[in-house]
C-alpha cells in the first residue's frame, strides 16, 4: 500500500488492484469538500459572467440601435471615439497585462486552497480578452446604430420633402420609400446577428473549460458553412443576370404605368382607345410582363436544373392545367367586357334576371347590387352567355325611353286620349322636355285603341321610380277628365241603339232608334 501526501493536505492511498485491472485511489473527506466547492464556484463566476454580457449587449442594443439611439445626437460621435480608444489601448497593452494577470492569479491560487494556479490565472485572462472583445462588440454596436439611423433619418427627410426630394422637386413613392427602409432594418438585424455569434465564438476560445466544445462546433459546422459559402461566390454570376432581368422589367413596367396613367387622366389621347381601358390594360401588361420576366429567369434561379425542380414545375403545371379550365374561361370574359364597353361602374344593367347598379367588374366576376339591396355576383363567362341591357350607357346623352300602355275604348276621341296622356307625361318629374312626350297608337282592337305613351328621361338610376310616378299621373288626367282606363269588353251587353263613335267627329249621327214594345191591354 502506497500512501500519498499533497501540498494542501489531502491524502490518496493506493490500496492495490483487488482484479488486477488497474489501481484505485480513495480520496479523503478533505478532497471530496475542496473538488464540490471548487465546481460550485466555476458553476457560479460561468453564470454572473454570461448574465452580464447578455445584459450589457441587450442594453447596448437597446441604447444604440433601438429608438433610443435616435435621440442620443452629438454624444453618439463621442462615446464612438471614445469607445475606439479604449479598444485600442488595452489590444496594444494585451501582452503586458496578459503576462501580470497570470502572476496575479498564480499568487491567489497559492492562497486560496480551492483554486488551482492554472485555473485562477486561465480565468484572469481570458475575462481580460472578453473585456477587450466586448468593448470592440459595443464599438460596432456603436458604428452600426449610427449607420441604420442616418440611412433612416434620410429616408424620411425625403419622404417629407426635404434632402434630396428638394433639390429634384420629385419625392419617391411611399412603396420605395417602405423598401428602402425595409432593406435598412434587415441589414440592420443581418450585421447584428453575425457580430454576436462571432464574439461567442471568440469568448467561448477564451476559456479552456469552453474552448474544447467550442472548436469542435465550428469544426462540424465549418465544412457546410465553406460549401455554402463557395456556391454562394458560385452564384454571384447568374445572380448578375437576374438583377439585369429584374432592372429591366422595373424600367419596363414604369414605363407603361406612366402611359396608361397619362391615357387615364386625358393628358395623352390613343386614337381608337378609350380613357376607361387604361386601367385593365396596364393590369393585363403587367401580368404578361411578369410572366415574361419569370419565364426568362428561371434557368438563373438556384436549383433550376435539379430534378426537384424539374418535378415542381411539371405538378404546377398539371394543376394550371387541370384545375383553371373555368377561371381562364371568367378572364377571358373579363377581358371582352372590358374591351366591348358593355358596362362601366355605376352603370345601372340588367344582366339576365338581375337587374341592378354595377359595384365591381374584375378579370374573373361582377357584381351588382339590386334595387332590393342585394348583392349578386355573376361569372364573366355567364355574361357573356346572357344579353346585357344598359340602361345608363345613352340615358345621359339621347335618354332613356319610358313607355305607358292603355287600352281606350272607341267612344273617346284619340286626339283627347294623346291629350290627357302627354299633360300626365310633363307633370312627371325627371322626363325631358326635348324630346317631347309622344304617343303611339299601336292597335285598333275588337274593343278598345291601344295607346302607348313614349316619354324620355335621363336618370336611368331613378328610372323604376319615375316610371311608377308616370303611371300615377297619367292615371290623374284621365280621372279629373271622367274617362276610365279599362277595357270596354268588360260590359256584359253592349247598348247598340247608337254608334261609339265620338260625338264631336260624327255630330249629324242618327238618333237612337229605339225598340218597338206592344202593349195590348186584357180583355174583361
Not at 396613367?261 to 386601367?279: D, Q
Not at 334576371?353 to 359595384?359: A, E, H, I, K, L
Not at 300615377?472 to 256584359?492: C, H, K, Q, Y
Not at 261609339?500 to 232608334?513: D, L, T, V, W
Amino acid at each position: 500500500m502506497h500512501v500519498y501526501v499533497h501540498d494542501h493536505g489531502s491524502v490518496d492511498v493506493d490500496v492495490g488492484a483487488l482484479t488486477g485491472r488497474g489501481e484505485y485511489f480513495v480520496q479523503t473527506e478533505t478532497n471530496v469538500l475542496s473538488d464540490s466547492a471548487f465546481l460550485a464556484l466555476r458553476f457560479v463566476l460561468s453564470v454572473i459572467i454570461l448574465s452580464a454580457l447578455i445584459l450589457t449587449i441587450r442594453r447596448a442594443i437597446l441604447v444604440f440601435v433601438g429608438e433610443q439611439g435616435k435621440h442620443i445626437g452629438k454624444k453618439k460621435s463621442v462615446l464612438i471615439v471614445g469607445n475606439a480608444i479604449i479598444c485600442a489601448s488595452l489590444f496594444l497593452l494585451r501582452e503586458p497585462i496578459a503576462s501580470l494577470l497570470e502572476n496575479i492569479g498564480g499568487k491567489i491560487g497559492r492562497f486560496v486552497p480551492i483554486i488551482t494556479d492554472v485555473w485562477a490565472s486561465s480565468m484572469l485572462v481570458g475575462l481580460f480578452y472578453t473585456l477587450i472583445s466586448v468593448l470592440a462588440l459595443l464599438l460596432l454596436i456603436q458604428i452600426v446604430g449610427a449607420l441604420y439611423w442616418f440611412f433612416e433619418s434620410r429616408i424620411a427627410a425625403h419622404a417629407a420633402g426635404r434632402g434630396l426630394a428638394r433639390i429634384t422637386g420629385r419625392a419617391a413613392s411611399a412603396y420605395v420609400l417602405k423598401t428602402l427602409s425595409l432593406i435598412n432594418r434587415i441589414s440592420r438585424t443581418t450585421v447584428l446577428t453575425i457580430l454576436i455569434l462571432a464574439f461567442a465564438v471568440e469568448v467561448f476560445r477564451f476559456f479552456k473549460g469552453t474552448k474544447p466544445i467550442m472548436e469542435a462546433l465550428v469544426a462540424s459546422l465549418g465544412i457546410p458553412s465553406r460549401a455554402v459559402g463557395q456556391a454562394i461566390l458560385n452564384y454571384l454570376p447568374e445572380m448578375g443576370y437576374l438583377v439585369v432581368i429584374g432592372f429591366l422589367g422595373w424600367g419596363s413596367l414604369k414605363i407603361i404605368k406612366f402611359v396608361f396613367k397619362s391615357v387615364r387622366n386625358g393628358t395623352l389621347i390613343i386614337p381608337g382607345f378609350h380613357p376607361e381601358w387604361a386601367s385593365p390594360t396596364y393590369k393585363l401588361l403587367r401580368v404578361v410582363i411578369l410572366l415574361f420576366l419569370l419565364m426568362v429567369s428561371l434557368p438563373y434561379l438556384p436549383g433550376a436544373g435539379s430534378q426537384f425542380f424539374q418535378g415542381f414545375s411539371i405538378f404546377v403545371g398539371a394543376l394550371v392545367t387541370f384545375g383553371s379550365s373555368g377561371a381562364i374561361g371568367n378572364i377571358m370574359g373579363g377581358i371582352t367586357l372590358t374591351y366591348t364597353n358593355a358596362f362601366r361602374l355605376g352603370d345601372f344593367v340588367r344582366i339576365g334576371d338581375t337587374v341592378g347598379f354595377v359595384r365591381e367588374r374584375s378579370l374573373l366576376v361582377s357584381r351588382l347590387v339590386t334595387l332590393q339591396n342585394e348583392a349578386v355576383t355573376i361569372p364573366n363567362n355567364a355574361i357573356l352567355a346572357t344579353s346585357i341591357i344598359n340602361y345608363t350607357q345613352l340615358a345621359a346623352s339621347t335618354g332613356l325611353v319610358l313607355t305607358v300602355n292603355a287600352g281606350i275604348g272607341y267612344d273617346v276621341d284619340w286626339r283627347t286620349v294623346n291629350r290627357l296622356l302627354i299633360e300626365g307625361a310633363r307633370r312627371t318629374e325627371h322626363i325631358l322636355p326635348d324630346p317631347p312626350p309622344c304617343v303611339w297608337q299601336t292597335d285598333l282592337g275588337n274593343y278598345a285603341i291601344s295607346y302607348q305613351l313614349r316619354a324620355w328621361s335621363n336618370r336611368a338610376d331613378l328610372m323604376y321610380e319615375t316610371h311608377s310616378k308616370l303611371r300615377a299621373n297619367v292615371l290623374d288626367e284621365f280621372n279629373r277628365a271622367g274617362i276610365e282606363i279599362m277595357t270596354p269588353s268588360i260590359f256584359a251587353h253592349r247598348d247598340a241603339s247608337g254608334p261609339a263613335i265620338p260625338q264631336e267627329q260624327f255630330p249629324e249621327r242618327p238618333a237612337p232608334r229605339g225598340i218597338a214594345v206592344d202593349v195590348q191591354t186584357p180583355r174583361k
